[in-house]
């Protein structure tokens, strides 16, 4: 059974970084699909980032300030967050996906999920 475990979450101020990460167990993170979502209280899932066979994609609200990366050797994805925002505020949710080729930030395309972490961002 695939499990994603997130951690790395916390409070922080504006203009603060956070570096989120995802351990994933059996499932091979260098071969597939794989991104950060986000949901606020009251909002839908967004797609953050992703991470694949054609490189990585952002929502445009967090491109020049989020990063995706792997580390295929230990199975597990990062995101680091700078200048963090109030609005960055959600919870986190890691996402692996038995694809290769697509670079998608529909949650829909995604098959297998983490609990989430919590970012916090106060003004």
């Known amino acids: 059974q695939v499990q994603l475990v997130e951690s790395g979450g916390g409070s922080v101020q504006t203009g603060g970084s956070l570096r989120l990460s995802c351990a994933a167990s059996?499932?091979?993170?260098?071969?597939?699909?794989m991104a950060w979502f986000r949901q606020a209280p009251g909002k839908e899932r967004q797609g953050v980032a992703s991470?694949?066979?054609?490189?990585?994609n952002y929502a445009s609200s967090v491109r020049g300030r989020f990063t995706i990366s792997k580390d295929n050797a230990k199975d597990s994805l990062y995101l680091q967050m700078n200048n963090l925002k109030p609005e960055d505020t959600a919870m986190y949710y890691c996402?692996?996906?038995?694809?290769?080729?697509?670079?998608?930030?529909?949650?829909?395309?995604?098959?297998?999920w983490g609990q989430g972490t919590q970012v916090t961002v106060s003004s």
């Open positions: 996402a692996a996906s038995r694809s290769w080729y697509s670079m998608s930030l529909n949650g829909n395309d995604y098959n297998y």
């Open positions: 991470l694949g066979y054609h490189g990585a």
């Open positions: 059996r499932f091979t993170t260098s071969d597939n699909l």
